[in-house]
């Protein structure tokens, strides 16, 4: 799975430089015309787009942990749109330059959900800030925008993994940022993106998989891991696979999706591990996972349903949790044992498979 976060920031850039600086946009006193629904000026959200990239790009460089980095742009004195736009440039081919420069492991802070992100994260968030609000200038401007549709898949696949996919990407993010109707689907009027989950144990990291990377997976490709050789494993493309499934359903919760278990020593994903699907009526969820041959015998699965469990049953959402296992799987048995899971039943269930569960 190629790294495009570079590449479609500095694309969105570029879309939206060519519409904003033609004379029929500049010629207008963008303090004096309102940005499509919002309560800024055309002005005023032109800067607030150059200041969300370059913190995007702070955040990143930086590698800020617990907080934003505390700066912003501040326009020298008579600066005009010209300039202005100049700065969204400049501020676009700093996040460009600052996804690059960035590990695909490392990750740092955004508030959304879950208090980080990774590269690919801040990129997707670029793209967004630049599609959704050139679009509020232009609408002001009454000018007509309409950004390629792999633009808007790549936030839509990376950041809003809970939303149901439609036929035509712009109009589906346009609904789900509460600036457009969909036939079918109510009017949104709160909405947040959401960044990946990562759970971290000692010696592992649980890392969510996106939309983006679980179709990736289904087609073949790595999902943008790198695996240990042998990877990832037959049980990892099913969840992948189901995974992809519920998202195209609109049923998706990314929270209780698939994890990529990436060891910190080296970087490899060893192995996959997660939920079968969201909690039911009462409650539960069903947890399933495999390794990679080669990283089997650690401890590593262990290690990772531990971390995943205490997680999931200190939700309220969740009240236990159970798995399946084949009755000659001794390996598996030993680790869900390991990890607190209890046998329910001495009779094997309608698939032939021992069922095993851990109450909160």
């Known amino acids: 799975m190629r790294d495009l976060g570079g590449e479609r920031v500095a694309e969105a850039v570029a879309?939206?430089?060519?519409?904003?600086?033609?004379?029929?946009?500049?010629?207008?006193?963008?303090?004096?015309?309102?940005?499509?629904?919002?309560?800024?000026?055309?002005?005023?959200?032109?800067?607030?787009?150059?200041?969300?990239?370059?913190?995007?790009?702070?955040?990143?460089?930086?590698?800020?942990?617990?907080?934003?980095?505390?700066?912003?742009?501040?326009?020298?004195?008579?600066t005009g749109q010209d300039g202005l736009l100049d700065v969204v440039e400049t501020a676009g081919a700093l996040l460009v330059a600052a996804f690059r420069a960035t590990p695909r492991r490392a990750r740092a802070f955004h508030p959304y959900p879950f208090g980080s992100a990774n590269r690919e994260g801040f990129a997707a968030m670029g793209v967004a800030e630049v599609l959704l609000h050139t679009r509020d200038v232009a609408e002001g401007l009454g000018l007509a925008y309409t950004p390629a549709e792999e633009l808007a898949e790549y936030v839509l696949t990376r950041l809003f993994p809970h939303v149901r996919p439609g036929p035509d990407h712009w109009r589906t993010l346009l609904w789900a940022t509460g600036r457009g109707e969909l036939p079918g689907r109510a009017p949104v009027t709160e909405w947040k993106w959401r960044n990946n989950l990562v759970l971290t144990a000692d010696r592992l990291t649980l890392e969510g998989v996106t939309p983006a990377a679980a179709a990736d997976l289904c087609a073949g490709g790595d999902g943008g891991f790198d695996w240990l050789a042998g990877g990832p494993y037959e049980g990892t493309l099913e969840a992948a696979g189901m995974m992809l499934k519920a998202y195209e359903a609109g049923v998706h919760r990314p929270e209780f999706g698939l994890f990529a278990l990436v060891r910190h020593s080296d970087g490899r994903a060893v192995g996959g591990m997660g939920f079968h699907g969201v909690p039911d009526e009462e409650g539960r969820a069903e947890v399933g996972y495999d390794l990679v041959e080669g990283a089997r015998g650690n401890g590593y699965a262990t290690e990772a349903l531990r971390v995943l469990c205490a997680w999931a049953l200190a939700r309220d959402d969740v009240r236990s949790l159970f798995a399946t296992v084949e009755p000659g799987n001794a390996p598996s048995q030993a680790v869900i044992a390991r990890a607190g899971f209890v046998r329910v039943s001495e009779e094997l269930d309608e698939d032939g498979l021992r069922a095993y569960e851990l109450r909160g």
Not at 22 to 34: N, S
Request: glycine share 10%; aromatic share 8%.
């Open 15 to 78: 879309g939206a430089l060519a519409l904003l600086r033609k004379r029929t946009a500049t010629d207008r006193d963008w303090e004096e015309v309102r940005a499509g629904g919002l309560e800024w000026s055309c002005r005023d959200t032109a800067e607030h787009l150059a200041g969300a990239l370059l913190a995007y790009a702070g955040q990143l460089a930086g590698r800020a942990q617990h907080a934003w980095v505390p700066f912003e742009i501040t326009l020298d004195e008579g």
